[in-house]
T-cell receptor, first 111, second 113 residues
């Protein structure tokens, strides 16, 4: 059974810092991994999708890496801004085409 | 191209009533997924549907919950005889085909009094 863990559960940083969010999963047989952002009381916004054959994806200040063999992914956020404050969710898709989510990292960027 | 649409956004029901949650996938998407987010919990998969077919319902509670995705119209998640423990945010996602990026709707927040 696939399990996804995100560390840390919460993170508070001053504006401008570069930061890394971690995601680990127990079963390396995945099709892809997605990083999402969720604002309080809102839906999920897809940030980055990494296919199992890829090592990383970049979008603006965000960079996500995937090491499938070790069951790890990281989301790197450069030059953080207060608007980046949200909960970041990692999810993996296995053979059943359903996403298995971690519990998220709640990020607060202080001005 | 409108995103995934869900309605209602907020739904209040009393114990024992029925709740119907609707999801319209993105245009051209034929795969629909429902997830539930309980308070202080992560999102959990409930059911995966294609038009007129339930592909995987392994995450659905055995009783009171059902889902459909008819040939015409939105996907419906139906909860009969709601209980307080059903209070949660229910999210729908769609994709153009399997093993692909899923796009999420804004969710329906169900409160059971």
């Amino acid at each position: 059974k696939q399990e996804v863990t995100q560390i840390p559960a919460a993170l508070s940083v001053p504006e401008g810092e570069n930061l890394v969010l971690n995601c680990s999963f127990t079963d390396s047989a995945i099709y892809n991994l997605q990083w999402f952002r969720q604002d309080p009381g809102k839906g999920l916004t897809s940030l980055l999708l990494i296919q199992s054959s890829q090592r990383e994806q970049t979008s603006g200040r965000l960079n996500a890496s995937l090491d499938k063999s070790s069951g790890r992914s990281t989301l790197y956020i450069a030059a953080s801004q207060p608007g980046d404050s949200a909960t970041y969710l990692c999810a993996v898709m296995g053979g059943s085409e359903k996403l298995v989510f971690g519990k998220g990292t709640k990020l607060t960027v202080n001005p | 191209n409108a995103g995934v649409m869900q309605n209602p956004r907020h739904l209040v029901r009393r114990r024992g009533q029925e709740a119907r949650l609707r999801c319209s996938p993105m245009k051209g998407h034929s795969h629909v997924y429902w997830y539930r987010q309980l308070p202080e919990e992560g999102l959990k998969f409930m059911v995966y549907l294609q038009k007129e077919n339930i592909i995987d319902e392994s995450g659905m509670p055995k009783e009171r919950f059902s889902a459909e995705f008819p040939k015409e119209g939105p996907s419906i998640l139906r909860i009969q005889q709601v209980v307080r423990g059903d209070s949660a945010a229910y999210f729908c996602a769609s994709s153009p085909f399997g093993e692909n990026e899923q796009f999420f709707g804004p969710g329906t927040r169900l409160t059971v009094l």
